[in-house]
């Protein structure tokens, strides 16, 4: 820790604005401790990446300020920086918290504690109100004990960092209590993330304020979540196109492993290698011609655990045969080019993966904004889309119950006419999409899209990506889970098992269609097999089975 | 027939107006034609709709369809003409088929003066209603133009969904128009068509048959009051058992209307597949 400075009492334009940049710092710095409280271990929508990115865009509205700004002008584009930035609805709602503190403040020159305790307790007023039906026990809950304890004790400390020290004192102790709130964090074993980012961003605040602007070492804060997620982020990266060989993946449990000479030896045998661990624990990932090898290797350094292989090739070439279909259907002849576009209403979906962004513009949608499971888009990536569509009335498809929230602020941002459907799902968004009719207004397909969009039941199967006890089921990290509906319905170790009973769980009578989308790494073995369980399963149904390419979920299969 | 009757109405094969219904009204129907190959059939003449899927079962090529020539048209209006009578003729539409430019050019030779020529703007019972509300008007001694302005208004009042099971052979028929747009689609989907403005349009893109058949209904349900709609014809192709189904619920819901059922007949069942139904409606005046 470096010698503290005296605590500020006051703070101007720069005061402010340099404690707002440390404390994005600080929250970027614990981002995977954010992450790692996700209630479901799904790799979903981040909420420590979420504010972290949203904190960002705060930042860069701040970035060429004149030095002698005043703290109203910087809380001001601080906000304004966020509202475009917005990621997720934590994002959405960490940005209204920004928009109330700049109000708070009005045109303030300096602010002192009181100023501060003031603002505060507009930040929380705003949040509220930003929320349709606010939910004790989130974020909201947490940024009101800040503002509380703010208030409470500003009349007798005025110190802007004595200020500070009530309100994360205040916000902690909400925080603390927020699983008495939310069964659902009771029973996950974790506070609230979006709880957890504010007190981050508020010890950020105070630590500035106090001069003490070392960041803490967080090795052993991140858990295991964090680390996995960075690890199928940095797999993800490595498969293209012109993947060859085989994915080959296992854990090695061993005693005094020398890592290095080990990861220098397996990464030798292949290309892409990722290997991570400790020397009790090697994680390898390697795209290897010759799998055998590179286990038989592995070996000498303990018991292997959680192997899988994948033929890429085989991936590869599948994928550029559906590549090719895709390019002979779109050079067929007789479509007229005048007749695609709807007459004056675009739609925007948000998705991930080129099989599925094809599917929901063969259903009319006229854009993609790339994102949905781990990357939320921005409200400024939305709007942006909204504002180079070729209409002027838009329909939004959020497609993801996190991308809900900032898809509603477009609609204040643009003179265009949007409409959010709160599609929370793909296949959410295929079932709205078919009732879209030319023939009709944007409100008469809306009213139509909202009453189709629950016609489909979604199933997504992946992996968990850490502990937890939900609803009395146990899932271990690195389980097979499968979700219905966005809710944890069943987890274990053999895939086609939790298809099958996650299948049973979505309690559809009578299916008529499967439509599966093979997540991307998936082998052609693996989609055929469950292709084969429904077709065995349900044989009245039809099944039909698309390369979605979507990362993260190994299946997401709309059932009607 | 009743001796105070002063025109004969007139239409096309594609009218599928049902044969019983024709003969009563002393609708006139001239047929289209469908060929394999070398072979030409006159449409419920020569070739029923159970011929053609027949036909088509055991063939690898599909077949195509032709406009009735003038001469056909012009014995038709001579005939008429020479009982005394005036003719009306509505046909399928003109950015469908090449049939109302046939009937024009025939009335054109036989009698300009005693025959009018209407453009349907689409086909199947969505003209047919029309040309049955002028046949009935007709009947109880209407003039010519008072059946042409009635057509003409039923046409208005007229409307029409279809299903297809596929999308195959309106592609292949080329009568696509946007419809196009629905073929690049990478899902399996059973659309929902209809005919705007003399083309063929797609309305919705259902994914399973059973909720299309329910979308069928409930588009026809969203039509108008109860009371307004006075006739509805459910059509098929192929397999009758879910027209049945759709008869028995359009006519609990609709118990003001008359509701019959209708086979489509060859030309129409080349163009949309032994897969189609559909449902034909008219609205009160």
């Given at each position: 820790?470096?010698?503290?400075?005296?605590?500020?009492?006051?703070?101007?334009?720069?005061?402010?604005?340099?404690?707002?940049?440390?404390?994005?710092?600080?929250?970027?710095?614990?981002?995977?401790?954010?992450?790692?409280?996700?209630?479901?271990?799904?790799?979903?929508?981040d909420t420590g990446t979420n504010m972290a990115l949203t904190m960002q865009g705060a930042l860069d509205a701040v970035a060429d300020t004149a030095p002698d700004a005043t703290v109203g002008q910087i809380a001001e584009r601080l906000a304004h920086g966020a509202l475009m930035g917005a990621r997720g609805n934590s994002g959405v709602i960490l940005s209204q918290i920004l928009r109330g503190f700049a109000t708070g403040l009005d045109a303030a020159i300096e602010m002192d504690g009181r100023d501060l305790a003031r603002a505060l307790a507009n930040a929380s007023a705003t949040a509220y109100k930003a929320v349709m039906r606010p939910v004790e026990g989130t974020m909201l809950t947490v940024t009101r004990g800040a503002a509380d304890a703010a208030r409470e004790s500003s009349a007798a400390h005025p110190a802007i960092a004595d200020v500070l020290r009530a309100a994360r004192h205040g916000a902690q102790m909400a925080l603390d209590k927020t699983p008495e709130q939310l069964d659902i964090l009771r029973q996950a074993g974790v506070v609230d993330a979006g709880g957890q980012g504010v007190v981050y961003l508020l010890d950020g605040l105070l630590r500035s304020a106090l001069g003490d602007t070392n960041l803490p070492d967080v090795s052993r804060i991140a858990g295991a979540p964090g680390e996995?997620?960075?690890?199928?982020?940095?797999?993800d990266d490595l498969h293209g196109e012109e993947a060859f060989g085989y994915c080959t993946n296992f854990m090695v449990h061993g005693t005094n492993i020398d890592t290095d000479s080990?990861?220098?030896?397996?990464?030798?045998?292949?290309?892409?290698?990722?290997?991570?661990?400790?020397?009790?624990?090697?994680?390898?990932?390697?795209?290897?011609?010759?799998?055998g090898e590179v286990l038989s290797y592995a070996l000498r350094f303990g018991e292997l655990d959680q192997i899988k292989i994948d033929?890429?090739?085989?991936q590869t070439e599948t994928l550029s045969a559906q590549r090719k279909a895709v390019s002979a259907r779109a050079a067929r002849p007789p479509v007229d080019a005048a007749d695609l576009v709807h007459d004056d209403i675009a739609i925007i979906a948000v998705a991930a993966g080129a099989?599925?962004?094809?599917?929901?513009?063969?259903?009319?949608?006229?854009?993609?904004?790339?994102?949905?499971?781990?990357?939320?888009?921005?409200?400024?990536?939305?709007?942006?889309?909204?504002?180079?569509?070729?209409?002027?009335?838009?329909?939004?498809?959020?497609?993801?119950?996190?991308?809900?929230?900032?898809?509603?602020?477009?609609?204040?941002?643009?003179?265009?006419?949007?409409?959010?459907?709160?599609?929370?799902?793909?296949?959410?968004?295929?079932?709205?999409?078919?009732?879209?009719n030319t023939d009709q207004s944007l409100d008469d397909n809306v009213a139509d899209m909202i009453a189709a969009m629950d016609d489909s039941c979604a199933v997504a199967i992946t992996r968990a990506v850490r502990?937890?006890?939900?609803?009395?089921?146990?899932?271990?990290?690195?389980?097979?889970?499968?979700?219905?509906?966005?809710?944890?319905?069943?987890?274990?170790?053999?895939?086609?098992?939790?298809?099958?009973?996650?299948m049973t769980a979505a309690e559809v009578d009578d299916p008529e269609l499967f439509t599966v989308f093979v997540g991307e790494n998936v082998s052609q073995d693996d989609a055929t097999s469950l292709e084969s369980l429904l077709a065995e399963t349900w044989p009245n149904a039809e099944i039909e089975v698309h390369h979605g390419g979507q990362p993260h979920y190994r299946f997401i299969v709309s059932i009607e | 027939m009743s001796d105070k009757q002063q025109v004969t109405v007139v239409t096309d094969s594609t009218a599928d107006v049902p044969a019983a219904v024709a003969s009563e009204l002393g609708i006139v129907v001239v047929p289209l034609r469908i060929n394999f190959g070398q072979e030409s059939f006159r449409d419920g003449i020569e070739l029923t709709t159970d011929e053609l899927l027949q036909r088509m079962a055991g063939s690898p090529v599909l077949p195509t369809t032709s406009q009735p020539t003038v001469g056909e048209f012009?014995?038709?209006?001579?005939?008429?003409?020479?009982?005394?009578?005036?003719?009306?003729?509505?046909?399928?539409?003109?950015?469908?088929?090449?049939?109302?430019?046939?009937?024009?050019?025939?009335?054109?030779?036989?009698?300009?003066?005693?025959?009018?020529?209407?453009?349907?703007?689409?086909?199947?019972?969505?003209?047919?209603?029309?040309?049955?509300?002028?046949?009935?008007?007709?009947?109880?001694?209407?003039?010519?133009?008072?059946?042409?302005?009635?057509?003409?208004?039923?046409?208005?009042?007229?409307?029409?969904?279809?299903?297809?099971?596929?999308?195959e052979y309106v592609y292949k028929g080329g009568r696509i128009g946007k419809v196009g747009q629905l073929v690049g689609s990478a899902l399996n989907i059973k659309p929902i068509i209809s005919v705007r403005d003399g083309r063929v349009v797609p309305i919705e893109r259902i994914r399973t048959w059973n909720k299309a058949l329910r979308r069928l209904v409930e588009l026809t349900r969203e039509e108008g009051d109860i009371s307004e709609l006075s006739d509805i014809m459910v059509l098929y192709v192929g397999e009758r058992e879910d027209a049945d189904t759709m008869q028995a619920e359009l006519t609990s819901l609709f118990p003001e209307?008359?509701?019959?059922?209708?086979?489509?007949?060859?030309?129409?069942?080349?163009?949309?597949?032994?897969?189609?139904i559909g449902i034909a409606t008219l609205r009160r005046r």
């Open positions: 820790m470096n010698a503290t400075t005296h605590p500020q009492a006051v703070w101007n334009g720069k005061t402010l604005r340099d404690g707002f940049i440390f404390a994005a710092d600080y929250l970027q710095h614990h981002r995977d401790h954010v992450n790692a409280l996700n209630v479901f271990p799904v790799p979903d929508g996995e997620m960075a690890f199928l982020d940095m797999v080990a990861r220098n030896a397996i990464a030798a045998m292949g290309q892409s290698a990722v290997i991570v661990g400790d020397d009790s624990a090697l994680k390898v990932h390697i795209h290897a011609l010759n799998p033929n890429m090739s085989l099989g599925i962004s094809e599917a929901l513009i063969s259903l009319g949608v006229t854009s993609i904004v790339s994102g949905g499971q781990t990357m939320n888009p921005s409200t400024k990536e939305l709007l942006e889309a909204v504002e180079t569509a070729p209409a002027n009335q838009v329909i939004l498809l959020p497609n993801n119950k996190n991308i809900i929230m900032a898809a509603n602020q477009v609609a204040n941002l643009t003179g265009k006419t949007v409409r959010v459907v709160p599609t929370r799902s793909i296949p959410a968004a295929l079932s709205a999409l078919t009732t879209f502990d937890v006890d939900l609803h009395g089921l146990p899932v271990t990290a690195g389980q097979v889970i499968g979700l219905v509906n966005d809710e944890l319905a069943t987890a274990g170790d053999d895939e086609l098992d939790v298809v099958r009973r996650t | 012009a014995s038709v209006f001579q005939e008429a003409l020479d009982a005394g009578r005036d003719v009306v003729c509505i046909t399928i539409g003109s950015k469908l088929s090449g049939t109302f430019q046939a009937a024009s050019s025939a009335a054109e030779q036989i009698g300009p003066d005693r025959i009018t020529i209407i453009d349907g703007g689409s086909t199947t019972m969505h003209i047919g209603w029309p040309a049955i509300a002028g046949a009935r008007m007709a009947r109880q001694g209407a003039q010519r133009s008072d059946v042409a302005a009635e057509i003409r208004s039923a046409t208005e009042r007229a409307n029409l969904f279809v299903v297809l099971k596929t999308l209307a008359h509701v019959a059922i209708g086979r489509a007949g060859a030309v129409i069942g080349t163009h949309v597949g032994p897969g189609g």
